[in-house]
């Protein structure tokens, strides 16, 4: 059985940084994608970072330049660094994970990440 759990989220003043981590467990795919998504209050939840097994990344326009997905494979550990934090980017975030399948194949499609975590909160004041 497949679980995400994420943690890291916090409240942070606008410029600062949080660290997001997702502990993968039962998760046994070699190939695969995973990600970040979030969730503004009231909008859809939406794409931030993917990376998948060949180490490709992509980022939604808006966090490109300040927020940076990696991968921790000993610890099963996904992380999102995010910098220059901006009210804008308080959301609910979620980590997602899609498995057979690289990034390219499922992109910012919500529908085709099968396992998701249960969120954490980031809170950016200005």
């Known amino acids: 059985q497949v679980q995400l759990v994420e943690s890291g989220g916090g409240s942070v003043q606008a410029g600062g940084s949080l660290r997001l981590s997702c502990v993968a467990s039962?998760?046994?795919?070699?190939?695969?994608?995973m990600g970040w998504f979030r969730q503004p209050p009231g909008k859809e939840r939406e794409g931030v970072a993917v990376?998948?097994?060949?180490?490709?990344?992509t980022y939604t326009d808006s966090v490109k330049g300040r927020f940076t997905i990696y991968k921790d494979n000993a610890k099963n550990t996904l992380y999102l660094q995010m910098a220059s934090l901006k009210p804008e980017d308080t959301a609910m975030y979620y980590c997602?994970?899609?498995?057979?399948?690289?990034?390219?194949?499922?992109?910012?499609?919500?529908?085709?990440?099968?396992?998701w975590g249960q969120g954490t909160q980031v809170i950016v004041s200005s």
């Open positions: 997602a994970a899609a498995g057979g399948v690289l990034c390219w194949r499922v992109g910012w499609s919500k529908e085709r990440y099968a396992y």
């Open positions: 039962g998760y046994t795919y070699k190939r695969y994608c």
């Open positions: 990376i998948d097994s060949t180490g490709f990344t």
